[in-house]
């Protein structure tokens, strides 16, 4: 399926994709119950109200939309995308000092739009991080999608994961991780998002405090067409935390992290690409 995706949006033109994408919202919504359940449950806790099939629709489909831009931005037809940065002082800072970050995502919006910031700044270097069934899986995909375009994925899991990641962030590299949901069974920590408590994993904010690092909530927005919000926002820096801080720090970044994640839901509703029952009792890991 995702060949030929790849082969009519590659050979027919983004215009002609989008066509086929109604097809297959369509098939999802009506054959994928436990999705449509989740859809209209986060629907409603951001609204307060009931959400009918057409938003449902709507929510699948900016889901489908930036499945398939992504065929386009990895194969570097950028110039198809109207794409305004929000919070670029942020990165321009960064950069201008050398220093790498941890860019904590989450499943909301597209990560690879951030393609479109090596127009502006030349010199930026992505890296993925991501669990190991995860990262064979994606990269397979995006291997197939754009074949000598897909980023650098460092598996989780692996002994040599951590020096990868230690190394690229000294040499000025962002190391992208999504930091709301975990297939292993690191401790999480229940914080409020969307009006009820939420587990999410302690681990990438963990890692980043043993590294030393910076960091900076990245999400990538649709606004719908052709149009997408970059935004970033600093989060916290462990370079200048002590010790016996550390805890608290990674606390109350977890709590920041959240409410960016709320202030995007809220502002760009259709985003949230969380398709399963993401407040139900924590299923992986210890709370902590």
């Keep these: 399926m995702l060949r030929?995706?790849?082969?009519?949006s590659l050979r027919l033109g983004r215009p002609a994709g989008r066509v086929v994408l109604h097809l297959i919202?369509?098939?999802f919504l009506l054959f994928a119950p436990a999705a449509r359940r989740a859809s209209r449950d986060y629907l409603h806790r951001?609204?307060?109200r009931d959400a009918g099939l057409a938003a449902v629709y709507r929510h699948v489909y900016s889901f489908a939309a930036t499945i398939h831009d992504r065929l386009y931005l990895m194969n570097g037809q950028l110039d198809l995308f109207d794409v305004r940065i929000r919070g670029e002082a942020t990165m321009a800072g960064l950069?201008?000092?050398g220093r790498g970050a941890v860019l904590l995502g989450a499943h909301l919006g597209s990560f690879e739009v951030v393609r479109t910031l090596g127009r502006r700044y030349p010199g930026v270097r992505v890296a993925l991080a991501m669990y190991e069934d995860n990262a064979r899986r994606i990269g397979a995909a995006l291997e197939a999608a754009a074949p000598g375009a897909a980023p650098e994925i460092i598996a989780l899991g692996r002994i040599d994961a951590m020096l990868r990641i230690r190394d690229r962030l000294a040499a000025g590299c962002f190391v992208g991780v999504l930091g709301d949901r975990t297939p292993g069974a690191e401790a999480v920590?229940?914080?409020p998002l969307l009006g009820a408590p939420a587990a999410l994993p302690l681990g990438p904010l963990r890692m980043a405090?043993?590294?030393r690092s910076p960091v900076v909530f990245m999400a990538g927005l649709y606004l719908g067409g052709n149009r997408y919000e970059i935004r970033f926002v600093p989060i916290t820096d462990f370079a200048d935390c002590p010790a016996e801080q550390r805890e608290k720090r990674i606390a109350d970044a977890l709590h920041a992290y959240a409410a960016e994640i709320e202030r995007c839901c809220r502002e760009a509703p259709y985003n949230w690409f969380n398709f399963f029952d993401f407040w139900a009792?924590?299923?992986a890991g210890p709370a902590a």
């Design 46 to 48: 951001l609204h307060g």
């Design 25 to 27: 919202s369509a098939y």
């Design 95 to 97: 950069l201008d000092a």
């Design 209 to 211: 405090a043993m590294l």
């Design 4 to 8: 030929v995706m790849t082969w009519i």
């Design 281 to 283: 009792a924590p299923a």
């Design 189 to 191: 920590r229940q914080v």
